[in-house]
């Protein structure tokens, strides 16, 4: 509020918005970033512990994975929604490490506040952290390792470790395999560069049996059955018409003339029914077809034709899975029948109905373009299910990350306390002040193996100074073994991540850092306020109401 020279006041702000400045806009900030990264630190590494979330209506979402939970937790904080936003960036460029990345950030704004404290001024500390985030990318890069596509052990290595500690960890070895067989069954090679799209891998969750029952289907695998059990449950060198309509007779297409007050007309009725059907059931076998997915619901007696014809019908599939049979098959989603061609079937080798426990599923395999696999996931609860689920997407995420990028690094918190190493030693290039932002930046990134050691019941202390003596004597790899507490080789021990998680993390968890330290004012709008109604029901002031954006 400022006052002019008649010492009134000049309000700029309506009377309903929150703001708080200076040392405490900041301080507030970075209190509400350290919650969330609090919130999820717990369940960092392969014994961290899960969260249950339970939403609105009852529903329950057991979980490990960072991302999920900042989702599920509905965060109001504009600074702390500042840092699921960085997760979901972790999430979509690299598929795993989101709690790597909020935890780091915290870990940057703590280490801030005490420099804050110290009265240096936030624009050097964001120089130094950015500073110190550029340089731990070279560092990073010169630390890492090279992967080749051949290298499947290697490969399996790092999915794996993407999966220790989640839901799927029992059986992890099984699934190591189905996710690298899947991931390399999709890529495209273009020369040196790798391309995937992930939509090609289909993950589909079958409840029953054990996890260890889970398969990969080289092909797409529908969550449904023949609509008839006249049907042929296996046909080979399939033809499949895809279609996107109904199955059925419109009313309208029959002959209004026929009135069904007379008992004696019905039969003509069904009867017209009856040939329309036959005449729909002909088209799609004249167009060579002996299998048919349709998107939509096919009538009963069109299903008894079908059969009949010794066709595989199934019915209302699901429109991602229509796209994807096509993408796979090579056939043409066709909406009018009359439109139907042999030229618009899709092949395969063999379409065949399964069962799973007490469930079927029609798998279609062996397609003209065999660049599409569905990861089967068997579970015996639907948490257990979504969270094997959500883990086996961390370890498609982390193997296309390391054959994208072609390089590795081992984890267990080994990069993180070489990167500190260096990273204070870089320090002492700058003087004063930049240099104690830029030591602050490498003693943050300690919090990777110290709460690794936490989460595992281990002295964080102990830890710490063991992995800083062995890295002291050029152990790179000199990471934490959460199961024995001892400092092993994470190398060695199959400790696995793509250079990408790290380079990821870093980078933004710095980056929104270097954010929130420059924010030294929050002005928030109150609520928008009801609009006024008027007399003829119309809201006053009508679209362009001052106010209403803030
Ligand atoms: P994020 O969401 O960041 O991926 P995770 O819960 O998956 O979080 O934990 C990842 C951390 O756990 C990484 O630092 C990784 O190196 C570490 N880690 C994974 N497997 C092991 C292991 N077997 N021993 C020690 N650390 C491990
Ligand atoms: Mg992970």
Known sequence: MASNKDNQPIYILADNTKRTSGREAQRMNIMAAKLVAETVRTTLGPKGM????????????????????????????????????????????????????????????????????????????????????????????????????????????????????????????????????????VVEKDGEKIKVDPDDIKIEKKLGGGVEESTLVEGIALDKERVHSGMPKRVEAARIALIDSPIEVKTTEIDAKISISDPSKMQAFLDMEESMLRKIVEKIVASGANVLLCQKGIDEMAQHFLAKKGILAARRVMKSDMEKLSKATGGRIITDLSDLTEDDLGRAGVVEEVKFGDESMILVQECKNPKSVTLLVRGTTEHVLAEAKRAIEDAIGDTIASLKNGRVVAGAGAPEIELARNLAKYSERFGGREQLAIKAFAESLEVIPRTLAENAGLDPIDVLTELRSAHDKKEVWAGINVFSGKVMNAWKHGVLEPLKIKTQAVASAAEVAVMILRIDDVIAGGPEKMPVVGRGGMPMGGENMPGGEY
């Open 50 to 185: 899960d969260k249950m979330i339970v939403d609105g209506i009852g529903g329950i979402t057991v979980t490990n994975d960072g991302v999920t939970i900042l989702e599920e937790m509905n965060i109001e904080h504009p600074s702390a929604k500042m840092l699921v936003e960085i997760a979901k960036t972790q999430e979509n460029e690299v598929g795993d490490g989101t709690t790597t990345a909020v935890v780091i950030a915290g870990e940057l704004l703590k280490k801030a506040e005490d420099l804050l404290d110290q009265e240096v001024h936030p624009t050097v500390i964001a120089k130094g952290y950015r500073l110190a985030a550029a340089k731990a990318k070279e560092y990073l890069e010169e630390m890492a390792e090279e992967v080749s596509f051949e290298d499947n052990s290697m490969l399996r290595k790092i999915a794996m470790t993407a999966m220790t500690g989640k839901g799927a960890e029992a059986s992890k070895e099984l699934l190591s395999e189905l996710v690298v067989k899947a991931v390399k069954r």
